[in-house]
């Protein structure tokens, strides 16, 4: 049975989120999902116990206009975008280590501005527009690689309150409110505060002590397993659906109605020789549609709910529904997407893998503030080191 593309949101949390930074919208149909499994059907224990782990958890956090992703190898990004409307994007990505490094990109939903259009608090600064920006390779966004340029952008910026593109009030422009301590707080959690290298709070602390890239968990993919016959797969589905009946009207699912049959979007996957992997269409709305993902022996018995891990440390997220569902049997890998809105310029990715026992996360992006980012282009806040 076919399935829409893969990727993320499940989200009592992440739609609350958007909704905050978004302009008010008719309510996605990916609603809040019960926050535990239904008791109804039985829950597979093995996918919340192989979680893999990491001696350093991820950071997101929103200050002000500005948003501080960190993940667990240490990586950094701070990200400026309005609050529901269109305008400039600022992003100030840093490696970990004492020399890692560092990228600024400055664009719009509509390319990249010009250079000599910049305003700060709507007055030009020739400084600003003299700096040595690039256009990146789809150049829909300005550039600085340097650190001593994108130093020279802080210090001139950092104090403003609004970055524009133009002094008219149509011009794309962007709150600056946050910045300073977005950078402060990448600083402090990559430990070169007072080092010469710190963005907001620099030193003559030894670039030498800033640690380096922890090591990533190393993941393990399960086996290809034996293919599921188109007809196998149907029969699964609609065996699953039925067990699991309690389970949909707890999570206030979709029922078939006339003219749409959410049926139709469930779906099942080889899992390993023994078991499949089901999802059960749950909420669908105009882009996107969510499910409940069962683990179920071939013959269609003891379906087992599935609710894969998420990062550790970031308690708010939760995968009790999963949203653009997909599973692909010859890596082992199970992917969710959703979209904050339709134009995804919000939302969260993820991916886990299958290891024969559980699903252990390996990968997780989100940006939960809605503002004209381009689509789909989370920052990270988990990554893993895959292996077979």
């Not at 992440?14 to 008719?26: G, N, R, V, Y």
């Not at 059960?280 to 013959?299: K, N, P």
């Amino acid at each position: 049975m076919s399935m829409v593309r893969p990727l993320v949101f499940a989200c009592a949390v992440l739609l609350a989120a958007c909704s905050e930074s978004a302009p008010p919208t008719t309510p996605d149909t990916t609603a809040a999902a019960p926050s535990t499994a239904p008791s109804t059907v039985a829950h597979d224990a093995d996918a919340t116990a192989g979680a893999a782990r990491s001696e350093v958890a991820p950071l997101y956090r929103q200050l002000r206009d500005f948003t501080v992703a960190c993940d667990n190898g240490l990586a950094c990004e701070a990200i400026g975008v309005n609050d529901g409307a269109f305008g400039l994007v600022l992003r100030l990505a840093r490696a970990p280590g004492g020399d890692g490094a560092q990228r600024l990109r400055l664009g719009t939903s509509d390319g990249a501005p010009e250079p000599a259009t910049l305003r700060l608090d709507g007055v030009a600064v020739p400084e600003l527009a003299a700096l040595p920006w690039q256009r990146d390779d789809d150049r829909d966004a300005l550039t600085l690689d340097a650190p001593a340029d994108i130093s020279a952008f802080v210090a001139l910026v950092g104090d403003g309150a609004r970055l524009s593109a133009g002094s008219g009030e149509d011009a794309p422009a962007l709150s600056l409110s946050g910045l300073r301590a977005a950078l402060l707080l990448i600083d402090e959690h990559q430990q070169r505060l007072d080092t010469p290298g710190a963005w907001a709070r620099p030193g003559e602390r030894d670039s030498a002590a800033v640690p380096g890239a922890p090591a990533l968990p190393r993941l393990h993919a399960a086996a290809p397993p034996p293919a599921l016959s188109p007809q196998d797969a149907t029969r699964l589905a609609a065996a699953v659906r039925a067990q699991a009946a309690d389970a949909l009207r707890e999570a206030d699912c979709n029922p078939p109605r006339d003219g749409f049959d959410i049926r139709d979007q469930d779906a099942a996957y080889p899992l390993d020789a023994e078991h499949a992997l089901v999802f059960v269409a749950c909420l669908s709305g105009a882009y996107q549609t969510s499910s409940l993902a069962f683990r179920v022996a071939r013959d269609g018995s003891s379906a087992a709910r599935i609710v894969p891990p998420g990062p550790p440390g970031l308690d708010d997220v939760n995968f009790a529904l999963l949203t653009n569902a997909d599973y692909a049997p010859d890596t082992a890998t199970l992917s969710h997407f959703a979209k904050g809105r339709g134009l995804a310029d919000c939302g969260e990715a993820a991916q886990w893998r299958y290891d024969g026992q559980a699903f252990v996360l390996a990968q997780y992006a989100e940006l939960r503030r809605c503002g004209g980012a381009a689509p789909g282009d989370f920052p990270t806040l988990w990554r893993t080191d895959p292996a077979r």
